[in-house]
C-alpha cells in the first residue's frame, strides 16, 4: 500500500474543508499520515481520524511565517521515511511549504491537478485553456511525489476512524530564512461563506460600477447566497479580493452559481464552471460565459436584476 | 537596494494558445509579450529602488525571441536584464525554472527579489518559493502592499479571509499579486532608452548546471463537454426564466 502524506491545514479550530477534502481522496490510494499545520486540539485530531488518518505529524509554528521552519521539518520526516506521494492543495500556506520543500530536496512539483493516481509513479489529471482540454501528466524516476490539488476537486466525506496518533514535531531554526507574523487582518463577511455556499451570485465588470454591486448583494440576501466577483473589480477595488472567484481566487461549486455581467475568461471559468446550474446575464451574445450556462439571458444587468430582486423579495415576502 | 525582478515572456493570451502535437508543450512566438502578472513585479521593483537609488535587475529564463517582453520591463525603467534561453531547458517544471532564477540571481548580487504569484502561461504558483529556498531567505508571499528600507521588508500577505502583516531582514523574496502597485506605461523616452540598455543572454552551460526536467505531459483531450443550455434573449420578462429555474432546482 502507498505511504500517502496530505498537508492539511487548521482554520476556525478545525481542519480545513481543502484538508479534508484531500484525505478523502487519500484514503483511496493508500495508508494516511496528516501533515497538520495549527494550533491543534483533540477534537482537530480526531476529525483527522474519522477522515481515516492514522498518524498526525503536527506543526505549530506560532507567530512565525510557517513556510520556511515547516518546509524543513518535513524535509527531514521526508528523508527519515520515504513517503510514496504528498498530496498538498492549491492553497497559500501549502504552495509555499510544498515549493520550499520540493527546492530542499529537489523534488518534481505538479500543481494544479485536479485528481491524482498512484501506481509506482504518479499521475495527475489537469484542466487546460479554462477546462476545456485535460492534459495527464507524470513524473519520471523515483519518489517522493510532490502534487497540489485544486480546492473542491473532490468530496469530504468521514470514513470514521479512530483517533490518530500524533507527533508535534519540534520546527527547526531556519536562521536567514525567518520571517514574523506581526499582524493578521480579517476582511468583514455577510451572509454564507462563498466556498461552501449552496448559492452564489457573482458580479463582474458589466455592472458598470462599484455602487451596482448593491443589486447583486440585494438579489443574493433573498437567496440566501454569498456573493462572488470576478478579479476584474476586486482590483479595481469594488469589493475585497476573498470574493473572488477563479483561477487566483477561490474555487466554488454550488447548486447554482448566477453570473451578472461577467464574460467568462478562462481564469474565472476554472473556478466556477462545476457549478451544478449555471445561470448568465451578459448583454453580448457573444460572451464566453454562455458556453457554460445552462440559462443564458442576453440583456441588461440594470434592467433584469432589479427585475430579479423584486420578485424573489415578492416571494419571500407572502 | 539592489532589487530583481523575476520577469517571464509569455505568448500574448489574446492569441490562443496552441501545444505541440508531440511534446504537448505550449508553442511560443518569436513575439511575446511581458506577463501581465510581472508588470506589477516590475512596478513594484522600481518603485522600491527608486525610493532608495538602487537598481532593478530582470531575470528571465524562456526562448528569448525578439526580446519584445523584456523590452517593455526595460522601457518601464528597469536598468538591465539577464535572460536564459537554452534548448535544454525547453519544458522546464517549476524546480528547473527556480534553479536557473536562483543561480543567476546569485550571480548578480540582490537585497530583494520580486516574483509574480503565478505566471499567465504555466501557473505552476511555487517558483518564487523554491527561488527563496535555494537562496536561503524568507519567501514573503501574496504580498498585496510592500515597504522596505533599513535592512528589512513588511508586506500584507492575502490570506482566505484577509491580509496578515509579515516582516523579515533584508535579503528576501517577495512574489506580488496584480493590483498590488498600478503599473506605469512606459513613455516615448522610455522605449528608446530601452534601446541601449544592456541585455545579457546565457546559455545553461554558462551557468554550470544541468537540467534535469523530470516532468512530462503525456496526453492532452478535449474535457467532457457541458451540455448546452438555453440562450434567451431578454424582452423585459426573461427574469421570469430565471425565477422559473430556481424553482426547479428547488432553491425558491
Ligand atoms: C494569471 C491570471 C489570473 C487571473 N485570475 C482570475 C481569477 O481568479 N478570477 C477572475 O475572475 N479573473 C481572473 N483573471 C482575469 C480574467 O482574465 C478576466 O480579465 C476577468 O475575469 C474579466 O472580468 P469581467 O468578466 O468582470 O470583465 P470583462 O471581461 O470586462 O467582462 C465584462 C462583461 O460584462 C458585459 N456587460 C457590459 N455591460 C453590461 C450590462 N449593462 N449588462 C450585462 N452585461 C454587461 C460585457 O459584455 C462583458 O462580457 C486572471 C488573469 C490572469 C492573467
Ligand atoms: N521562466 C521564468 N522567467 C522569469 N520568471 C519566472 C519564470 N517562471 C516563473 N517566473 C516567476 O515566478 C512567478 C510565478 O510563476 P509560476 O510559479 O510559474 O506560476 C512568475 O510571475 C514570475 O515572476
Redesign the interface.
Known amino acids: 500500500m502507498a505511504d500517502v502524506w496530505v498537508f492539511c491545514q487548521e482554520a476556525g479550530g478545525e481542519p480545513t474543508s481543502l484538508g479534508l477534502e484531500l484525505l478523502t481522496k487519500a484514503r483511496e490510494l493508500g495508508d494516511v499520515t496528516a501533515l497538520y499545520l495549527g494550533s491543534g486540539s483533540d477534537a482537530a485530531f480526531a476529525t483527522l481520524g474519522d477522515y481515516g488518518v492514522s498518524r498526525v505529524y503536527h506543526f505549530d509554528p506560532g507567530d512565525e511565517l510557517a513556510s520556511g521552519p515547516v518546509a524543513a521539518a518535513i524535509a527531514d520526516l521526508v528523508e527519515e521515511h520515504r513517503p510514496d506521494l504528498l498530496v498538498f492543495g492549491q492553497g497559500y500556506d501549502d504552495r509555499d511549504i510544498a515549493g520550499r520543500l520540493a527546492a530542499r530536496l529537489g523534488l518534481s512539483v505538479l500543481s494544479n491537478a485536479v485528481d491524482v493516481a498512484i501506481d509506482g509513479a504518479v499521475t495527475t489529471r489537469h484542466e487546460i485553456f479554462g477546462g476545456s482540454q485535460i492534459a495527464t501528466a507524470t513524473v519520471e524516476g523515483d519518489g517522493p511525489y510532490v502534487v497540489l490539488v485544486r480546492p473542491k476537486s473532490f468530496p469530504a466525506e468521514p470514513a470514521g476512524g479512530p483517533p490518530p496518533s500524533v507527533t508535534s514535531v519540534e520546527l527547526p531554526d531556519v536562521g536567514a530564512a525567518k520571517a514574523r507574523v506581526t499582524g493578521s487582518h480579517v476582511e468583514e463577511r455577510e451572509g454564507p461563506q462563498l466556498e461552501d455556499a449552496a448559492v452564489v451570485v457573482a458580479g463582474g465588470r458589466g455592472l458598470g460600477n462599484p455602487e451596482a454591486f448593491e443589486l447583486v448583494e440585494r438579489v443574493a440576501k433573498t437567496l440566501g447566497a454569498a456573493t462572488g466577483a470576478t478579479r476584474a473589480i476586486v482590483d479595481a477595488g469594488w469589493v475585497p479580493y476573498a470574493k473572488q472567484v477563479g483561477q487566483t481566487g477561490k474555487t466554488v461549486k454550488p447548486d447554482v452559481y448566477i453570473a451578472c455581467g461577467i464574460s467568462g475568461a478562462m481564469q474565472h471559468l476554472v473556478g466556477m464552471k462545476d457549478s451544478k446550474t449555471i445561470i448568465a446575464i451578459n448583454k453580448d451574445p457573444e460572451a464566453p460565459i454562455f458556453s457554460v450556462a445552462d440559462l443564458g439571458i442576453v440583456g441588461d444587468v440594470h434592467k433584469v436584476l432589479p427585475k430579479l430582486a423584486e420578485a424573489l423579495e415578492a416571494r419571500a415576502g407572502g | 537596494m539592489q532589487v530583481v525582478v523575476c520577469a517571464k515572456q509569455i505568448p500574448d493570451p489574446a492569441t490562443p ?1 496552441e501545444l505541440e502535437p508531440d511534446t ?1 508543450l505550449l508553442v511560443r512566438p518569436t513575439e511575446q509579450i511581458l506577463d501581465d502578472t510581472d508588470r506589477y513585479g516590475v512596478e513594484m521593483g522600481l518603485q522600491l529602488a527608486q525610493a532608495s537609488e538602487g537598481t532593478v535587475t530582470l531575470v528571465s529564463m524562456g526562448p528569448a525571441g525578439n526580446m519584445q517582453g523584456i523590452r517593455q520591463a526595460l522601457a518601464m525603467g528597469a536598468d538591465k536584464a539577464v535572460i536564459v534561453d537554452d534548448p535544454s531547458l525547453r519544458g522546464s ?3 528547473t525554472t ?1 534553479r536557473v532564477l536562483a543561480e543567476v540571481i546569485k550571480r548578480e548580487g540582490f537585497d530583494l527579489v520580486i516574483a509574480g ?2 505566471s499567465t502561461d504555466g ?12 537562496l ?7 504580498a ?1 502592499a510592500v515597504t522596505a528600507g533599513d535592512g528589512s521588508v ?1 508586506i ?14 533584508l ?2 523574496v517577495v512574489s506580488v ?3 498590488v502597485v498600478e503599473p506605469r506605461y512606459p513613455t516615448f523616452k522610455g522605449i528608446m532608452e530601452a534601446k541601449k540598455k544592456p541585455v545579457e543572454t546565457l546559455s545553461v552551460s554558462d551557468l554550470g548546471l544541468e537540467p534535469d526536467i ?10 467532457p463537454e ?2 448546452a ?6 424582452d ?1 420578462e ?6 422559473e ?2 424553482e426547479k ?1 428547488k ?2
Do not use: C, F, N, W
Not at chain 2, 504558483?125 to 529556498?133: I, N, R, S
Not at chain 2, 500584507?156 to 531582514?169: C, L, N
Open positions: 494558445y504537448h517544471d517549476a524546480l527556480a504569484t503565478e501557473y505552476s504558483g511555487v517558483v518564487p518559493q523554491m527561488v527563496a529556498e535555494l536561503g531567505v524568507p519567501a514573503l508571499t501574496y498585496t513588511t500584507h500577505r492575502q490570506t482566505a479571509a484577509g491580509y496578515d502583516i509579515v516582516e523579515a531582514d535579503p528576501a499579486t496584480a493590483g523530470r516532468q512530462k505531459v503525456v496526453s492532452v483531450e478535449p474535457a457541458r451540455q443550455g438555453e440562450i434567451v434573449e431578454d423585459g426573461a427574469y421570469l426564466r430565471i425565477v429555474l430556481l432546482v432553491v425558491i
